[in-house]
């Protein structure tokens, strides 16, 4: 039947003093919880899901200046990405001992171009508007087949293709969209090989197209359309209650009764052949684990998650979860697999908060690794999460990436970002954050010996954390403007 959980005397739950055990990040992640639990906007309500993970502080990732410095970087890089494998959490069983799902990012241009053509097909692109396409496409086609292709060509030439095709979506759905866009920049992401090779085909990033295209004129009149099927049989009344019951106990820190009452909803699963229930049964164990720093017994649950999951929404928690406890133990080649695989997958169900976090996460990875890259992974993230009106997510991605820029030595768009994320989280009645980037701010102003704009800078943070109950912020806030002045 899969992950035993009868075998609970494990004691993930027998704590020393009556107090669970912390792991280095969920001291931090608690205050996030919380406020999702608040919001209503999590179905699981113990999930490290997606909808509030701006309100988490950045996750720990190594700082490696030491290591680049003595060994110059691509040696020192060869040797994170090998020693990544075989970090270990402390307290914990080696977490390598799990098989990852690897997603290759290598992806060759001739795959990208047959797609965006079938993109196009699919879509119902009218004559007039593929020749228009195919101008770009053609310019495209010249560099491909070049010894040395001009990549920024190539870039430029499939951006200008895409955005003829979403201007035609949105016309035709009478809604804006950014869909085929999105993809060509998320796609930029990746490792290209832009020599051309048709052969070369990576089936992670195949195309899937609807059943139906965006031509109107093709849709199947009402009395062709196939007769209705019968409705799907609603879930199992008691099953229903038991996975309900269970997730309180969950909710009440009762995770040996939870773990057992799960167990009991996964026998009644099995039984019935419900896979889409177990999934979500494993997700929440995985999460139970992963609360108690039991890390390798959540991975393993989160995998078992996967193995039945019929919902993109599901998938998503458990890749995204799983990239948290591998990037929380520095292991850094899984963790940015699955926070990749998070992305498609949110892609997939236009979930561009999901997408938005995400891509930060691979950013502040990538940062700490000192590759610029990071910068277009902050960027993309930026521009998903301006489509949407989410204050939170967005003064999340301005924060990191203000972080980011400012291991690159640019303290003016530093600031410039900080003042974003402040505006942001203002907009969203989050104080706490909007004091916690005054801080940094101030921080960074104090570094370039700015000491007039530090000290106004952390007078109007302290007004924001005087709000909150985060005694710690006030009196380190407090402590550098007594120093200053």
């Given at each position: ?12 739950y027998?704590v020393?003093?009556?107090?669970k ?14 406020a ?5 906007q999590?179905e ?18 190594p700082n490696?200046t ?7 970087w691509q040696?020192?890089?060869s040797?994170?990405q090998?020693?990544s494998?075989?970090i ?8 390598d ?8 990012a290598n992806?060759n241009?001739?795959?990208v171009?047959?797609d ?21 496409l053609n310019l495209?086609?010249s560099?491909v ?9 190539i ?6 293709a895409s955005s003829?095709?979403?201007?035609y979506?949105s016309e ?6 950014k ?13 290209i090989?832009f020599?051309?090779?048709e ?18 004129e093709?849709e199947?009149?009402?009395a062709?359309q196939?007769t ?5 049989p ?5 099953l ?20 057992l009452?799960?167990q ?12 889409s229930?177990k999934?979500?049964?494993y997700?929440?164990?995985g999460?139970i684990?992963?609360d108690?720093?039991?890390l390798?017994q959540?991975?393993?649950s989160?995998h078992?998650?996967?193995e ?9 928690k458990?890749h995204?979860s ?5 990037d929380?133990v ?21 979930n561009?908060v999901?997408?938005?976090?995400s891509?930060?996460?691979m950013?502040?990875i ?7 890259e ?14 949407t009106?989410?204050s939170k997510v967005?003064?999340?991605?301005a924060?990191?990436?203000?972080d980011g ?10 600031l410039?970002e900080?003042?974003?994320a ?19 701010a101030?921080?960074l102003?104090m570094?370039?010996?700015?000491i ?15 709000q ?6 006030i009196?380190?806030m407090?402590?550098k ?5």
């Open positions: 039947m899969g992950l035993n959980l009868s075998s609970v005397n494990q004691h993930p027998i020393k003093d009556g107090k055990p912390v792991n280095s990040k969920e001291e931090q992640e608690k205050s996030a919880r919380q999702e639990n608040e919001n209503g999590n699981h309500a113990r999930s490290k899901g997606l909808s509030l993970v701006e309100d988490k502080p950045k996750p720990f990732v490696y030491a290591q680049v410095q003595q060994q110059g040696a020192a890089k040797q994170i090998a020693q494998r075989y270990a959490p402390q307290n914990s069983a080696p977490v001992t799990f098989e990852h799902q690897n997603v290759s992806i241009i001739a795959q171009l047959k965006f053509r079938n993109t196009a097909l699919a879509i119902g692109t009218p004559p007039e508007l593929q020749e228009e396409v195919d101008g770009y495209i086609n560099q087949t070049k010894d040395n292709p001009n990549t920024k060509l870039k430029s030439n499939l951006k200008n003829l095709l979403d201007a979506i035709t759905l009478n809604k804006e969209s869909v085929v866009e999105n993809w060509v920049d998320a796609i930029f992401l990746q490792q090989d020599k051309y090779n052969n070369d085909i990576n089936p992670q990033f195949l195309v899937k197209f609807p059943e139906k295209t965006l031509n109107k093709q199947t009149p009402a062709e196939p209705p099927q019968p409705a799907v609603k879930v199992d009344e008691e229903k209650n038991m996975f309900k019951y269970s997730k309180q106990l969950a909710r009440e820190n009762n995770p040996k009764a939870a773990l009452s799960f009991k909803a996964l026998t009644r699963a099995d039984e019935l052949g419900e896979e229930v999934s979500k049964i997700l929440e164990v999460d684990y992963n108690y720093n039991y390798p959540a991975l393993t989160y078992k998650s996967l039945s999951a019929t919902e993109n929404t599901v998938k998503i458990a995204y799983m990239a948290q406890i591998y929380n520095n292991q850094i080649s899984p963790a940015l697999d699955h926070y990749y695989t998070t992305v498609a997958y949110a892609g997939e169900e236009d561009l999901a997408q938005s976090v891509l930060t996460k950013g502040n990538y940062a700490d690794m000192y590759e610029q990071s910068l277009e992974y902050y960027s993309t993230a930026k521009d998903l999460a301006a489509q009106d989410n967005k003064g999340y991605i924060s990191n990436r203000a820029l400012n291991k690159f030595g640019e303290p003016q768009e530093a410039h900080y003042s974003e402040v505006k942001h989280y203002t907009d969203a009645e989050s104080p706490q954050k909007v004091a916690q980037n005054y801080n940094s101030a921080d102003m570094e370039y010996h700015n007039n704009k530090a000290k106004s800078l952390l007078t109007k943070g302290l007004h924001f954390a005087n909150t109950s985060d005694l710690d912020l009196a380190e407090s402590s403007l007594e120093i200053l002045s």
